[in-house]
């Protein structure tokens, strides 16, 4: 029966079209030169940092949030700014270290805690690291401190803070170790520490934070503290140093690999698309060819349909434009009759 069937035109037409689309999508992923290779290549880890606070005053936005945090009395540096510039120089860092290093923000602009764990959570990030600095009422109080959310992130905070001590000892900024601050990023679904290098109330470690040398230098103090709790970004990095060895053809990097909140759909779909596509159309060339009684008779009562559904839509349209017009019209009569006054004698000499 198979064979007879085989033996119409139209069903060997039918076959043929249809199978065009799958040996034109196996010559596709065949003739890729990325498409086994692509495969096997390790993907960088990503990291999160969070440059706290943000935002600028604008006056033809004045709705617009601004959260300088922290201000130092001894030079005006704010804390948004400051957090800002170290989160660049990490960022930097950790990408040399082949680690796509994600911002939550990357200019001057005012963020809520949501909109950062999501940053971090959608991006799977291995560890979630916020940057800001201390401050109090008097400029006595001084030191590094790091802060963590919850008791599973202590190790964390302590890899941190060892990390920190032994870059900001020698400048003469002491260690204040770790506190729990369970009222704090909550929500992020990975490792997470707040770290605060130093205080901006603090005359001495003020002018010390306004100088890129000690930024550089926090910048190196957090990124150890982030590998050495996280050895498998430096692992990673071996397996990407090694593939870029073996294929300098498809190296891998943290700039073409960074991923975002919203990602952007891969730029291999643009082929899979036209493909679907083409074998939509094909299926129906064929399915008119194969049975062109049926197709007909579809056609015919799909063209009824749509003229129904366009005559409905039209008179519901048309429908409520007269709704309307009644409601305008007697408000317009409610409102005359409000404000009429009464007829007087003299109206008739002018």
């Known amino acids: 029966m198979l064979r007879a069937a085989m033996r119409h035109p139209a069903t060997r037409l039918l076959h043929v079209l249809l199978s065009v689309p799958v040996l034109a999508s196996a010559m596709v992923i065949a003739a890729s030169p990325t498409a086994h290779a692509q495969a096997a290549a390790p993907t960088p880890l990503v990291v999160v940092i969070d440059p706290g606070h943000g935002g600028a005053i604008n006056p033809a936005q004045p709705d617009m949030p601004f959260d300088p945090g922290a201000i ?6 704010m804390e948004k700014d400051v957090t800002l510039a170290v989160s660049l120089r990490l960022r930097a860092l950790l990408r040399q270290d082949d680690v796509n290093a994600i911002l939550t923000r ?15 959570n959608n991006n799977g990030a291995a560890v979630f690291v916020s940057v800001h600095f201390n401050s109090f009422t008097d400029g006595g109080p001084n030191g590094s401190l790091v802060l963590y959310p919850k008791d599973t992130d202590l190790s964390f905070a302590q890899t941190m803070s060892d990390a920190m001590g032994a870059y900001l000892k020698p400048l003469g900024v002491v260690n204040d170790g770790v506190v729990l601050r369970d009222n704090w990023w909550i ?7 707040t770290v605060e290098p130093a205080f901006l109330s603090n005359t001495r470690e003020a002018s010390l934070i306004a100088t890129p040398g000690f930024q550089q230098v926090l910048a190196m103090s957090i990124r150890d503290g982030i590998e050495k709790y996280a050895p498998q ?29 919203h990602a952007a759909a891969p730029a291999s779909a643009g082929w899979f698309g036209t493909l679907v596509r083409y074998t939509l159309v094909l299926a129906l060339f064929a399915a008119v060819v194969r049975w062109p009684r049926t197709a007909w008779v579809m056609v015919r009562a799909d063209l009824r349909f749509t003229r129904a559904t366009i005559d409905r839509v039209v008179v519901r349209r048309n429908a409520k434009r007269r709704r309307r017009r009644a409601v305008a019209l007697r408000a317009l009569e409610a409102h005359a009759q409000r404000f009429a006054r009464p007829h007087h004698v003299y109206d008739e000499l002018f």
């Open 72 to 77: 130092a009395p001894s030079n005006g540096l």
């Open 106 to 120: 990357s200019d001057d602009r005012s963020l809520d805690v949501q909109q950062r764990s999501a940053t971090a």
């Open 187 to 193: 929500h992020t679904e990975m490792p997470t520490v």
């Open 233 to 261: 970004l430096l692992q990673r990095k071996a397996q990407i140093v090694a593939w870029n060895t073996a294929h300098p053809e498809h190296p891998v990097t943290p700039a073409t690999t960074a991923l975002s909140v």
